[in-house]
């Protein structure tokens, strides 16, 4: 395979800079975007002024607090942020039409074969830079290199408003002394486990003896192997879709009702599912998160056998795994969150059958009941229609009214 | 005990009463056949405690010497060496003696066998079905209703009164129904009964109705069924047969049975049959073996597809359509299951909708009844 020319694109601090953009009175000042009434709400974004004081996105915004008392909390507006984003999109699309958009900000572009057009990896980067720089008034940094992992890495490296390539020869001296963390697919816990196993830079992956390591670590000691050798065949994917729908409420008070829980965990589903009608797509996945009081996180998956977008299966698994994490009177919970993955467009899976039965009931969660398909229909043009107040479950109502 | 029989005779009561032998007992002695001598004749006994048969050879049939009995007595000679024995024995009568320690002695011709017998005293004596409720039925249309309905019964032990038929008479009606939850099969007939007699929830296992069907046979000579407590009986001629019923309460299926439909069509057997048996070749057996009706209003199609093999299809045009169009998914094993039972030359299918159940009948013969559910596809 000749040699690609990849390109990713992260914009810089995104919905900060668009804030203190917006407002000139912000800059320069350590803006935080996140919900300032919610004091249990987490971090989207802050300003590079923020991140001095320790402030990170993720970062419980009692804590940015704390960290960083006089910064200015921001709530989140995404409806400007998503407008933004477009922007920059119709920005990049003026390169190559071959771009997969991973976020709100951030994205890849495949530019192999564009150069004659617009000079190389290098020189188109800049452009795209200035496009935006002038356009927008915004930041962004990008990273060039010839295939995604190391094009998302390069991008990371000199931010903010970097431009960073990397060549098969800048391996050794780049790449190879990064953390272990810095693999794709690496996370805490594989981390920790690569570190007890002597692995601490992406060289010592790069050198490995792979064999000895796949005993340890499975398929993915072949995986950031590759990745550490600087080898990587994923295309970029134009048009990508979202990889998954979520909902997630974090609690003013620590929660310890499980009814209440899973009233919460319904109006969650509600939403979930009539996205994922909206979008055409249909989840073979449905995952439940939740944070215990002392911030620790579990999540647990459901696989269906067959995808849906219908609140009826969606509610049953999610109440289901609910149930399997054998929630104590003790355990105070901090965070719900309802995500459907693995989507595929609705109607390209392949048709399943079911016999029915002259006595037994049918099974209440079948992931394409016909007529919970035509309930959801009549239900979505009303909302479509009146907004989504006009039908509610009754289950609901109270809790809208409080 | 000490008889000469008739080597036809022999073998055909062993195979008369050999489906009651167990296959899997614990009790010795069941894996047996019980033979009693006495001025009558000779009696062949043998049951698994589920069902029991006894024929009786008598001494003589039209004057014919059948058994000749020397010494009354019994003996009980395991079903599998003396069945497998009398068949092979060279000439056309047996002797067979009983001697002491249930040491029994088979010759004919010059073959001499001995054989080790039980004790006939630990045989369990078939149950005195006593009652007044007595049926009389022709042997070959009992014969029909049990194999028109028995294909529906249940295999699985789930609901174990699923796994019988059930026998109902009302007005000299009888009538049986079976089904496994996925299909039901009624058939209905006059037969010879008091006015008076009437019962309900009788279920008799499907196993058991098979053997019997094996047994009846295809002539019209009258069988009479006696149905007590726990139990009935059969009696053909000189063969009894005895059943032990399901316990349990059958459901209810009288509002099961749609009486109106939206569409409906007449077809001939044999083409529907062959169209639907090339259809279920390429039908995925794992799910459902799903074939498809597409009903127009002059024309039906039947297709199949699966996504390994291929698909099917295939047009009847010789067929009247009577009310809405309809496609409609099934299983074509039970379809098939039906049409093999049945023997009009023309059939009526009426469907209520996709996701209804359908009913088979015959135009000619009005005491049949077949119903499928539909397979829901998704």
């Known amino acids: 395979m000749e040699q690609r020319t990849i390109l990713h694109l992260d914009m810089d601090a995104f919905f900060a800079s668009v804030e203190q953009r917006d407002s000139p009175e912000l800059r320069g000042l350590p803006v935080i975007i996140a919900h300032p009434t919610e004091l249990r709400g987490v971090v989207s974004t802050c300003s590079y002024e923020a991140r001095r004081f320790g402030v990170h996105s993720a970062m419980p915004t009692s804590q940015a607090k704390r960290l960083c008392p006089n910064g200015v909390f921001i709530a989140p507006d995404h409806r400007k942020y998503s407008a933004v984003s477009k922007q920059m999109m119709a920005i990049l699309a003026r390169y190559t039409p071959l771009i997969e958009k991973l976020s709100v900000d951030e994205a890849f572009l495949d530019v192999t074969g564009c150069e004659r057009l617009f000079g190389d990896g290098v020189t188109m980067a800049r452009r795209i830079k200035e496009d935006i720089s002038r356009e927008l008034n915004l930041t962004a940094s990008v990273g060039i290199s010839y295939n995604k992992f190391l094009a998302k890495l390069a991008s990371d490296l000199e931010k903010p408003d970097g431009l960073v390539p990397i060549t098969p020869s800048d391996l050794e001296t780049r790449v190879h002394p990064l953390p272990i963390s810095r693999l794709w697919g690496v996370g805490q816990k594989s981390a920790e486990q690569l570190t007890r196993l002597g692995l601490r830079t992406i060289g010592d992956v790069a050198q490995m003896n792979v064999t000895r390591m796949r005993t340890y670590l499975g398929s993915l000691a072949d995986h950031i192997y590759l990745l550490a050798n600087g080898r990587d065949e994923r295309p970029v994917q134009p048009n990508r879709e979202a990889k998954s729908i979520g909902q997630e409420t974090t609690f003013a008070e620590d929660v310890r009702d499980v009814v209440f829980l899973e009233t919460t965990l319904l109006g969650q589903v509600e939403k979930v599912a009539r996205r994922l009608r909206q979008s055409g797509f249909e989840a073979r996945t449905v995952t439940l998160k939740l944070r215990y009081a002392p911030w620790q996180t579990i999540t647990r998956n459901h696989t269906f056998a067959h995808p849906t977008d219908l609140e009826t299966p969606l509610y049953t698994a999610v109440k289901g795994l609910l149930a399997k994490c054998g929630l104590s009177r003790e355990d105070a919970i901090r965070l719900i969150g309802v995500t459907v993955g693995n989507l595929v467009p609705k109607g390209t899976v392949e048709e399943q059958t079911q016999q029915l039965s002259l006595f037994d009931a049918p099974t209440p969660t079948v992931e394409t009941d016909p007529r919970q398909q035509e309930l959801s229909r009549v239900v979505d043009s009303l909302k479509d229609k009146f907004g989504d107040k006009i039908l509610t479950r009754a289950r609901l109502v109270r809790r809208e009214e409080e | ?378």
Not at chain 2, 220 to 245: I, S, W
């Open chain 2, 1 to 378: 005990m000490k008889i000469i029989i008739l080597k036809n005779a022999l073998v055909q009561a062993i195979q008369n009463v050999h489906k009651a032998v167990s296959s899997k007992s614990t009790i010795p002695v069941l894996s047996g056949i019980k033979m009693a001598a006495d001025e009558s004749g000779l009696r062949f006994t043998a049951t698994d405690l589920e069902i029991g048969i006894e024929t009786l050879v008598p001494t003589l049939i039209d004057d014919e010497e059948i058994v000749q009995v020397k010494e009354a007595g019994a003996i009980v000679l395991s079903a599998r060496f003396f069945g497998e024995i009398v068949r092979k024995l060279p000439g056309k009568t047996v002797e067979i003696e009983v001697k002491q320690n249930y040491l029994t002695i088979i010759r004919s011709g010059k073959t001499e066998y001995n054989l080790h017998g039980l004790d006939h005293e630990e045989f369990p004596r078939l149950p005195q079905v006593a009652g007044n409720q007595v049926f009389s039925v022709q042997s070959d249309i009992l014969k029909d209703m049990i194999r028109q309905t028995s294909l529906a019964v249940s295999s699985e032990e789930i609901r174990p009164v699923l796994t019988g038929v059930l026998f109902t008479l009302k007005n000299g009606n009888l009538k049986f129904v079976a089904t496994d939850s996925h299909r039901l099969a009624t058939r209905e007939s006059i037969v010879e009964a008091p006015p008076e007699m009437e019962f309900t929830n009788v279920i008799v296992p499907g196993k058991s109705l098979n053997e019997l069907g094996r047994l009846l046979a295809d002539n019209d000579v009258l069988v009479d069924v006696v149905v007590a407590e726990n139990q009935v009986l059969v009696k053909m001629g000189h063969t009894q047969f005895y059943t032990r019923l399901i316990d349990g309460q059958y459901p209810d299926i009288s509002r099961i049975i749609p009486t109106t439909f939206k569409t409906g069509l007449t077809v001939n057997t044999k083409e529907l049959q062959g169209a639907v048996e090339r259809a279920s070749l390429v039908a995925k057996e794992s799910d459902n073996n799903v074939v498809r009706f597409n009903i127009k209003h002059d024309r039906l199609e039947i297709t199949s597809a699966s996504p390994d093999a291929g698909k099917m299809s295939e047009p009847i045009d010789e067929i009247q359509v009577n009310g809405d169009e309809l496609l409609i998914a099934f299983n074509s094993k039970f379809f098939m299951d039906a049409l093999r039972v049945i023997d009009s030359p023309d059939l009526l299918i009426e469907f209520t909708g996709s996701m209804s159940p359908f009913l088979i009948k015959l135009p000619d013969n009005p005491t049949y009844l077949h119903l499928i559910l539909p397979v829901r596809i998704y």
